[in-house]
């Protein structure tokens, strides 16, 4: 099982960053998938989430409106786009299949003037 986890990087207040979690080993199109952050000093916050088919998604109410979650179950990768990125979205982000509980190893998003 891998979960790898790409597009992170350091962007400027109101700025815009994708992320994308290429998965493998799993059936990827029968799982549900979730975005994970976890900031300096704090624990490990649920961001978004979306159901196998993408018909269904989650997202905690601070990122509401910003951030959008999506997948492509051909190219077995999930996404989250976030948009008017804030300061105190600076965290690392996780990948995470939650029926076997495997989290990717992350990716820095430091957003920062």
């Known amino acids: 099982v891998q979960l790898v986890e790409s597009g992170g990087g350091l962007v400027q207040p109101g700025g815009s960053l994708r992320l994308s979690c290429a998965a493998s080993?799993?059936?990827?199109?029968?799982?549900?998938m979730s975005w994970h952050r976890q900031s300096p000093g704090k624990g490990r916050e649920l961001v978004a989430h979306?159901?196998?088919?993408?018909?269904?998604?989650v997202y905690t109410d601070s990122v509401k409106g910003r951030f959008t979650i999506s997948r492509d179950n051909a190219k077995n990768t999930v996404y989250l786009q976030m948009n008017s990125l804030k300061p105190e979205d600076t965290a690392v982000y996780y990948c995470?299949?939650?029926?076997?509980?495997?989290w990717g190893q992350g990716t820095q998003v430091t957003v920062s003037s």
């Open positions: 995470r299949a939650p029926v076997i509980n495997y």
């Open positions: 080993g799993i059936p990827f199109s029968s799982y549900d």
């Open positions: 979306i159901t196998s088919a993408g018909g269904s998604t």
